[in-house]
């Protein structure tokens, strides 16, 4: 079964600065999807960005960028010049090509100081 | 206009009682889900449906039973409830089928069982 990690429980930030969230994940299958998603305290689920496996080139979405390692499994979230409303838990998820089930990672709550 | 709804927001209810959350999707979507989310904020699937039809089932207790009227809705019905189920409920959907495929939740369920 496929696995997601996220070995970050907690990070923190300063306004303006940049931060990295770490994801890694295991698979045996080569074409796949992943997936950062945001929990604000609202609850509310809001994805940020996502990544096709058999795209070499990173996703970019405003601030937000990934850092896709295929060999090495890994798929990082860069938030650059954070904002207090970028303060939440951040998911990583992996899906498979083929079927229909999401895999997560644990989380990692980042706060962003003013 | 909302893509993911769900009601109740928050439910509470006694150990015991039998309990019903509905959701619903304007997406089109043929896909739907129900997750966990637990006090650790881990976010475990439960069921899935394409189409009405039951596609992934994880290992829970028979007293969850899914109910999907028709492709837009798939509400999450709850027997007896035990402590253990509070927790936050979050649905799904996502187009369905291989390609890109990302998910939209709805916002929620906070579940209490005192």
């Known amino acids: 079964a496929q696995t997601v990690t996220q070995s970050q429980p907690e990070m923190s930030v300063q306004e303006a600065e940049t931060v990295t969230l770490s994801c890694t994940y295991d698979?045996?299958?080569?074409?796949?999807?992943l997936f950062w998603y945001k929990q604000p305290p609202s609850r509310q689920m809001i994805l940020v960005i996502r990544?096709?496996?058999?795209?070499?080139q990173n996703a970019t979405e405003n601030r937000f960028s990934v850092n896709f390692q295929k060999a090495a499994k890994s798929f990082s979230l860069k938030i650059s010049d954070s904002q207090l409303g970028d303060a939440a838990m951040y998911f990583c998820a992996y899906r498979r090509k083929t079927g229909n089930q999401f895999y997560f990672g644990t989380g990692t709550s980042l706060t962003v100081i003013p | 206009d909302t893509a993911v709804s769900q009601t109740p927001k928050y439910l509470v209810t006694q150990m015991g009682n039998d309990k019903s959350i509905k959701c619903e999707q304007n997406l089109g979507h043929d896909t739907m889900y129900w997750y966990k989310q637990d006090s650790k904020k881990f976010l475990k699937i439960m069921f899935s449906y394409n189409n009405k039809e039951l596609i992934i089932n994880e290992t829970v207790p028979n007293r969850f039973s899914p109910k999907s009227p028709d492709k837009a809705h798939l509400n999450l019905h709850i027997n007896s409830l035990e402590l253990g189920d509070s927790a936050v409920y979050f649905c799904?959907?996502?187009?369905?089928?291989?390609?890109?495929?990302?998910?939209?939740f709805g916002p929620g369920t906070r579940l209490t069982v005192l």
């Open positions: 698979t045996s299958e080569s074409d796949y999807y």
């Open positions: 799904a959907s996502s187009l369905g089928g291989v390609g890109t495929d990302t998910q939209y």
């Open positions: 990544q096709e496996a058999y795209k070499q």
